[in-house]
């Protein structure tokens, strides 16, 4: 929201839900610092960069501590350094928090970052690759190619 500071939209999943802020300020506190936000905390979303918005974003979506995150085309705004910090900071953050993230994304590099990718032709399920390799983006290139054939 325009007229919260990034402090105040990541708690507001958990303001909306009635809880006091002594409840959570510790993860609060935690999260920012996670996703490099603390010396911006209180800082206007006019007042950020596109990427430092999406790390609000990130905090956010953690801060009620979910056991699945959503993220739909997670850099699509972003220029590329950017969008990559991004993809490795939800990496990290999900690994050290113990969360599942399910991305959608047409981007082979963004997909890259995924330990399974899931390719759908027409609406169903055309093939799954677990990555973990050196050169993880040209695997994903090499099956988009066979599943645009």
């Known amino acids: 929201l325009p007229t919260l500071t990034a402090e105040e939209n990541i708690a507001l999943p958990l303001v909306i839900a009635g809880k006091h802020q002594?409840?959570?300020?510790?993860?609060?506190?935690?999260?920012?610092?996670?996703?490099?936000l603390e010396k911006r905390r209180r800082h206007?979303?006019?007042?950020?960069?596109?990427?430092?918005q999406q790390r609000v974003a990130i905090a956010r979506a953690f801060i009620t501590e979910p056991a699945i995150v959503?993220?739909?085309?997670?850099?699509?705004?972003l220029d590329s350094?950017?969008?990559?910090?991004?993809?490795?900071?939800?990496?990290q953050s999900a690994k050290e928090l113990n969360y599942t993230v399910i991305m959608v994304t047409h981007d082979p590099v963004a997909a890259s970052y995924a330990d399974r990718v899931?390719?759908?032709?027409?609406?169903?399920?055309?093939k799954k690759i677990t990555l973990g390799g050196e050169d993880d983006t040209a695997v994903i290139i090499a099956?988009?190619?066979?599943?645009?054939?």
């Open 143 to 149: 099956n988009l190619k066979e599943l645009e054939a």
């Open 44 to 52: 206007l979303p006019d007042e950020l960069s596109g990427g430092e």
């Open 22 to 36: 002594k409840s959570y300020q510790e993860r609060l506190d935690m999260l920012i610092n996670l996703v490099g």
């Open 70 to 77: 959503l993220a739909d085309e997670p850099t699509g705004n």
């Open 81 to 91: 350094k950017t969008g990559r910090g991004i993809l490795k900071l939800l990496k």
């Open 118 to 126: 899931i390719f759908l032709r027409d609406g169903a399920i055309f």
